[in-house]
């Protein structure tokens, strides 16, 4: 088992400025947002070892006759492996034992947090700052807890005296930041970040503090400073080369649940700095192929959409061959409309044609597909590949199309049935408000669907 010196890399002489200079470190090479877990493990180190009492408590413990240090020990395994009751049971043997010794006590509360035991830790952290005032860990986690109960006020205090005690802990900014999120405070949560980012006193940090801000400015909807905060980001990015790979992951990832809400302007100029940051990133480019092609069709998918000659449910299969995969949901899911359209191919024989002279463009995109669809030999390949899909999953055809009306989805054609593929995978990246298909009225009120207004 690891000790907090080994997760720091550095040996038990290390003075404080060494911890320090060694946890900035390792907060470079393992980023929360891609390692939490290991994140979480840094922090603990640095927290313990840079406090003089704490670290003398930990140094005299690991040290202790008997099994002590092996429970000890194995609480923290049980608490990565997320069996946080047994760690719990654990350290309370542990606590009445070693009643004094606060690293016990502090862990005992941190995995009361991480369990939600919400009452106890706050119990905890509240003893623990009273007998350590000048505890910049204890007060951290003391506002966590508060903020969790939804005490954001009480939680802002507690940072903002954690801040004092430690201003190089940068997971005290985030949580104060988050605080004042929580209490709906957006313009201070922000002004805690650029407090950071104006510090200057660690890279990293600045990096962390305008990622912090452009997911505010995502959420909040204020895509203008989200704009401008995300061209300072990359600013910042191309001066440190160790950075570069972290935030284009990170830029990535949002720009998934960017095009999984089709967001697919945001998500086209945010892969565009991604892929300026990482240029040789495979995934990012293969992202950004697709999200071009369809903002390079968007235009005539609009027109098509509004074109009384096609069948809605012709029209959504269109869009659904031309939309990244990411926003259409599981693959599953996707081989089913395409086993649909397949096994109804004789319905959309007209629509094909149609598409071909007076939608070229989107007709040449799709060639090589409606022209295999309409070879008999070809068509039955491809629907034989579907069903042998289906069977290696364990799943029916019925259970690709759940949710979307599946049974109806084709079999509308020529009727009025109101059911399409955009059905069921409507789903807003972060307001939080109902669900709003494509063919629903939209919510702004102007009596026209979703997919014909708001939803353009």
């Known amino acids: 088992m690891n000790t907090y010196y080994d997760i720091l890399e550095i040996g038990q002489d290390a003075n404080s400025a060494q911890i320090k200079k060694s946890?900035?470190?390792?907060?470079?090479?393992?980023?929360?947002?891609?390692?939490?877990?290991?994140?979480?493990?840094?922090?603990?180190?640095?927290?313990?070892?840079?406090?003089?009492?704490?670290?003398?408590?930990?140094?005299?413990f690991i040290n202790i006759p008997g099994n002590a240090k092996e429970r000890f020990d194995a609480s923290n395994e049980l608490f990565k492996e997320g069996k946080n009751q047994k760690a719990i049971k654990i350290l309370e043997e542990l606590h009445k034992e070693f009643p004094s010794i606060l690293v016990i006590q502090s862990f005992l509360g941190e995995v009361c947090i991480e369990n939600n035991n919400n009452g106890k830790a706050i119990k905890i952290f509240e003893e623990?700052?009273?007998?350590?005032?000048?505890?910049?860990?204890?007060?951290?986690?003391?506002?966590?807890?508060?903020?969790?109960?939804g005490w954001h006020k009480k939680a802002i205090k507690s940072f903002e005296k954690a801040i004092e005690l430690d201003e190089d802990n940068i997971s005290l900014w985030?949580?104060?930041?988050?605080?004042?999120?929580?209490?709906?405070?957006?313009?201070?949560?922000?002004?805690?970040?650029?407090?950071?980012?104006?510090?200057?006193?660690?890279?990293?940090?600045?990096?962390?503090?305008?990622?912090a801000i452009f997911i505010i400015?995502?959420?909040?909807?204020?895509?203008?400073?989200?704009?401008?905060n995300l061209e300072k980001l990359s600013e910042e990015v191309i001066k440190q080369e160790d950075e570069k790979e972290?935030?284009?992951?990170?830029l990535l990832m949002i720009s998934k649940r960017m095009v999984e809400a089709e967001m697919f302007g945001l998500a086209e100029e945010i892969l565009e700095k991604a892929e300026k940051i990482t240029p040789g990133n495979e995934e990012?480019?293969?992202?950004?192929?697709?999200?071009?092609?369809?903002?390079?069709?968007?235009?005539?998918?609009?027109?098509l959409e509004k074109d009384e000659e096609y069948h809605e449910d012709f029209v959504s299969f269109v869009s659904s061959k031309i939309l990244p995969e990411e926003s259409m949901g599981s693959e599953l899911y996707i081989r089913g409309a395409e086993h649909q359209f397949l096994t109804h191919i004789n319905k959309y024989r007209k629509y094909v044609i149609s598409l071909s002279k007076k939608y070229s463009n989107l007709y040449e995109e799709l060639k090589d597909f409606f022209e295999k669809a309409f070879n008999g030999s070809e068509r039955n390949k491809m629907i034989k590949e579907h069903e042998k899909y289906f069977k290696s999953r364990g799943g029916r055809l019925e259970m690709a199309l759940e949710g979307i009306g599946g049974e109806k989805l084709f079999n509308n054609v020529g009727n009025n049935g109101d059911c399409d593929l955009w059905q069921g995978i409507q789903d807003t990246y972060i307001r939080e408000e109902p669900k709003v298909g494509r063919n629903d009225p939209c919510p702004c009120g102007s009596g026209k669907k979703y997919k014909k207004c708001c939803g353009k």
Not at 184 to 206: C, G
Not at 217 to 228: A, H, I, Q, R, Y
Not at 246 to 250: D, L, T
Request: aromatic share 12%.
């Open 246 to 250: 972290h935030v284009a992951w990170i």
């Open 174 to 211: 985030m949580g104060l930041s988050q605080a004042h999120m929580e209490g709906n405070n957006i313009k201070e949560a922000k002004e805690v970040l650029y407090e950071l980012i104006e510090r200057k006193e660690n890279e990293n940090f600045i990096i962390s503090a305008y990622l």
């Open 23 to 60: 946890y900035f470190k390792m907060v470079r090479k393992y980023p929360s947002e891609r390692f939490a877990k290991k994140s979480m493990e840094i922090r603990k180190a640095y927290e313990i070892l840079s406090n003089e009492k704490t670290r003398k408590e930990y140094d005299s």
């Open 217 to 228: 400015d995502l959420k909040e909807g204020n895509f203008e400073s989200m704009k401008e």
């Open 128 to 149: 623990l700052v009273k007998a350590e005032p000048d505890n910049a860990s204890f007060a951290g986690y003391l506002a966590k807890t508060y903020l969790m109960r």
């Open 284 to 303: 990012i480019r293969k992202l950004k192929f697709k999200v071009d092609r369809f903002c390079k069709f968007q235009e005539e998918l609009l027109s």
